[in-house]
C-alpha cells in the first residue's frame, strides 16, 4: 500500500538537509545588513520563516543582540537550535515554532524583523502591515520576495507564479506598498543567480532520494516532477524575474 505524505512531509523531505530552503546565501545576508545602523548588543532581532536557519546563523554571526527564529515546521526548529548549539550561540540564538501571521510576540518589541523568502506565502503587503505593529519605531525590515523584473511578463512564468499562490509585482510597486505599510525604504537589491543554482542543485538531490525512498508513490513523483518544472521554468525566463531583497525603516 502506497505511504500517504502530505504536503509537509514532502518539504521537509525536500529540504531538511539543505542549508537553506530558498534562494540566498550569506554573503547576501550579509549585503542587507550592511545597510542597518543602531544595532547594538541589547537588540532584538526575528527571523520569520526562518527554516533551518541558515540566514539566522550568518546574522547571529554578524550582529550581536538576541536573535528568534521562527518557523512552522518543528523539524526545521530542531536543526536550528542545533546548530546555534554546535557554534556556541544558544545564548544568543532561539528557535520556537509558530505563525508569521499570529506572532506570540509583544507589540514594538523588536529592533529588526528579518525574513528571507517566506513573506511571499502570506503575502507581501499583509505581511510587512501586519508586522509593523512588532518593530520599535526606526526600527528594520529586511525581506526577499520574489519580484518582476521587467514589464515583461510572459504568460508561462506567469501562470506558474499564480498557480503557485503568487501573485508577483515589479520592485516599484513592491516599495510604494513598504511605503503605504508604514516603512520609509533604506535599499532594494537582487539576488544575483548563483542564489537559485546554490538551492536547485542540493534540493534535486534531495528529492532524488526522497524518489528512490518511495518508489512507485505518485504524490513524491508529481511534487518532484513540479520542482523540476520550476527549475526549468527558471533557466528559460530569470531575465524576467527573481528574488529582490527589500529592507525598510519603520516610519
Known amino acids: ?18 542549508e537553506r ?8 545576508t550579509i549585503k542587507a545588513l550592511s545597510f542597518l545602523d543602531n544595532l547594538s548588543e541589547n537588540s532584538r532581532v526575528v527571523d520569520l520563516g526562518c527554516g533551518t536557519g541558515g540566514q539566522t546563523i550568518t546574522l547571529a554571526q554578524n550582529i550581536n543582540g538576541n536573535i ?19 557554534l556556541n550561540l544558544q545564548e544568543r540564538v532561539n528557535g ?40 520599535k519605531k526606526d526600527g528594520y525590515v529586511v525581506v526577499t520576495c520574489p519580484s518582476w523584473l521587467t514589464d515583461e511578463h510572459p504568460a508561462e512564468i506567469e ?16 516599495v510604494g506598498v513598504m511605503q503605504k505599510a508604514g516603512y520609509t525604504p533604506v535599499a532594494v537589491f537582487t539576488l544575483p543567480e548563483k542564489c537559485w543554482t546554490d538551492y536547485f542543485i542540493p534540493r534535486e538531490a534531495a528529492g ?27 533557466s528559460k525566463y530569470k531575465q524576467y524575474y527573481g528574488y529582490v531583497f527589500y ?5
Open 208 to 234: 532524488k532520494a526522497l524518489l528512490e525512498k518511495h518508489i512507485g508513490n505518485e504524490t513524491v513523483e508529481t511534487f518532484i516532477e513540479d520542482d523540476r518544472h520550476e527549475v526549468e521554468l527558471y
Open 21 to 28: 530552503q530558498g534562494p540566498g546565501s550569506s554573503e547576501m
Open 96 to 135: 520556537i515554532v509558530g505563525d508569521m501571521l499570529n506572532l506570540p510576540f509583544e507589540k514594538e518589541e523588536f529592533d529588526l524583523i528579518w525574513s528571507e523568502g517566506a513573506i511571499d506565502a502570506i503575502g507581501f503587503e499583509k505581511g510587512l502591515t501586519y508586522w509593523n505593529g512588532f518593530l
Open 68 to 86: 528568534t527564529g521562527l518557523d512552522q515546521f518543528p523539524e526545521f526548529i530542531n536543526l536550528l537550535n542545533n546548530k546555534a548549539k554546535k
Open 1 to 18: 500500500m502506497e505511504n500517504k505524505l502530505s504536503f509537509n512531509d514532502l518539504i521537509c523531505g525536500t529540504h531538511l538537509c539543505l
Open 159 to 174: 501562470k506558474f507564479w499564480s498557480d503557485a499562490g503568487s501573485g508577483l509585482d515589479t520592485m516599484g510597486d513592491n
Open 247 to 251: 529592507i525598510g525603516k519603520k516610519m
